[in-house]
């Protein structure tokens, strides 16, 4: 089963950039669209961006635009931009779809001045 590894997160102050990466124990087939998800302290887990096997994008209203979600055939990537501090959050990335693959422990992200 694959197991998820995200990296590249770290302490940025307000408007800076960070760009996230998602690796997997085993190649992420290519049919599957793939997402990232953020959660906050003492949040439930959200979806952020999407992006599917045809990459095809979306994403949460709350990144639009500044974020930007990409692929190829071993990892999954988060650009994020214009970073502000309510995206501060552990970041992990999963299958799009409803069935999920096992959580990895996510990347931290913390945007404070």
């Known amino acids: 089963q694959v197991q998820f590894v995200e990296s590249g997160g770290d302490l940025v102050q307000p408007g800076g950039s960070l760009r996230l990466s998602c690796a997997a124990s085993g190649s992420i087939d290519s049919i599957y669209a793939m997402a990232w998800y953020r959660q906050a302290p003492g949040k439930q887990r959200e979806w952020v961006a999407r992006v599917t096997s045809g990459g095809v994008t979306n994403y949460a209203d709350s990144v639009k635009g500044r974020f930007t979600i990409s692929r190829d055939n071993a990892k999954v990537y988060l650009q994020m931009n214009n970073l502000r501090p309510e995206d501060t959050a552990v970041y992990y990335c999963?299958?799009?779809?409803?069935?999920?693959?096992?959580w990895g422990q996510g990347t931290q992200v913390t945007v404070s001045s």
């Open positions: 999963n299958l799009a779809t409803l069935t999920k693959r096992p």
